[in-house]
């Protein structure tokens, strides 16, 4: 019997890895630091947003491409319904992702502010977090949740890994082992000591992408 093919979670179902054409596999569509789009200088058109990507995404289909990681993970103004709406006029397959950081762009919500100085969360919490995004679906913040993230991305703190930023590793490479999803991070100051906390975990480096920090 011929061995199943494996199939990638896109923002508008699954897809047979082999249709998945050219990938980009490290993309921000949309970035926006969090908070920013209330800024009183900041205005967010959404017509205008969809049309500059839909005419990058189009381009990129025209030249070869089939699909688009997009690698900004949550409250970085990642928007399942723009990608969802982008995919289905473009034709070009996208691949959203669940997962946060480095430490330095976390909410006071992911530290435990009790202790002196505060502590990140437990590995555990973080990888029960992008779990759920991965099965049950991405959050749309207070109002559902939709299609599953089809990776669990993380960044490490330039200057040097944190105590949170190896709890995001941990916590993603946990959550990739539960879901079968592979894990993207962005490196910090030592990026093969950085990959040896995703493998101490278990996860095996062919399911791994490191993205240099472009400095």
């Known amino acids: 019997m011929a061995a199943a093919t494996p199939h990638v979670a896109t923002v508008l179902g699954p897809v047979p890895a082999d249709r998945l054409g050219a990938v980009a596999v490290h993309e921000a569509l949309l970035c926006v630091l969090p908070g920013a789009e209330h800024a009183f200088d900041i205005v967010v058109d959404r017509a205008e947003i969809f049309e500059t990507l839909a005419a990058a995404l ?28 982008l995919s289905r006029s473009t034709g070009v397959h996208v691949v959203a992702s669940t997962g946060m950081g480095p430490e330095a762009l976390l909410g006071g919500y992911f530290l435990t502010p009790q202790t002196d100085p505060p502590t990140p969360w437990p590995a555990e919490r973080f990888a029960d977090l992008f779990t759920r995004e991965v099965t049950e679906g991405m959050v749309v913040p207070r109002v559902e949740r939709r299609g599953p993230a089809g990776l669990v991305v993380t960044a490490v703190t330039r200057t040097g890994m944190t105590a949170t930023d190896e709890s995001l590793l941990r916590g ?39 993205a240099d920090t472009g400095e």
């Open 58 to 85: 189009t381009e990129f289909r025209e030249h070869g491409g089939g699909t688009v990681v997009d690698s900004t993970g949550m409250f970085h103004g990642r928007d399942v319904r723009l990608l969802e709406a």
């Open 172 to 210: 993603a490479a946990r959550s990739a082992l539960r879901t079968g999803v592979p894990v993207s991070f962005r490196a910090g100051a030592d990026a093969v000591r950085e990959l040896d906390v995703l493998l101490a975990e278990g996860l095996t480096a062919d399911r791994v992408v490191a």
